[in-house]
């Protein structure tokens, strides 16, 4: 079984900054696509930034420029660092992966979610 397992979440003022880290545990062949998505209370789960295997990243147009996505292969491991924070960033952060188990094939797997709130 694989296990997302997100942290770095918390309250934070705005303009401030927080780094979220997720990392991957199980019977792991490889892991391929990763992402995190937030979901604001009322609003639809949307994507916030993704890497692929290779390291290339694509962000939201909302984050571009304060948000940096990185990857440790070597740890399975997806970052995310959060700067100038805005009350609109605030939300339930979920880390999502495209994971490949010994003997198996590719599945997506959802972490439990982390809370990011931003006070004004």
């Known amino acids: 079984q694989v296990q997302l397992v997100e942290s770095g979440g918390g309250l934070v003022q705005a303009g401030g900054s927080l780094r979220l880290s997720c990392a991957a545990s199980?019977?792991?062949?490889?892991?391929?696509?990763m992402a995190w998505y937030r979901q604001a209370p009322g609003k639809q789960r949307e994507l916030v930034a993704s890497i692929t295997s290779r390291s290339t990243t694509n962000y939201a147009d909302s984050v571009k420029g304060r948000f940096t996505l990185s990857r440790d292969n070597a740890k399975s491991t997806v970052n995310l660092q959060m700067g100038s924070l805005k009350p609109e960033d605030a939300g339930v952060y979920y880390c999502?992966?495209?994971?490949?188990?010994?003997?198996?094939?590719?599945?997506?797997?959802w972490g439990q979610g982390i809370q990011v709130t931003v006070s004004s």
């Open positions: 199980g019977s792991i062949l490889s892991i391929g696509f």
């Open positions: 999502n992966a495209v994971v490949t188990q010994n003997g198996g094939r590719p599945a997506f797997y």
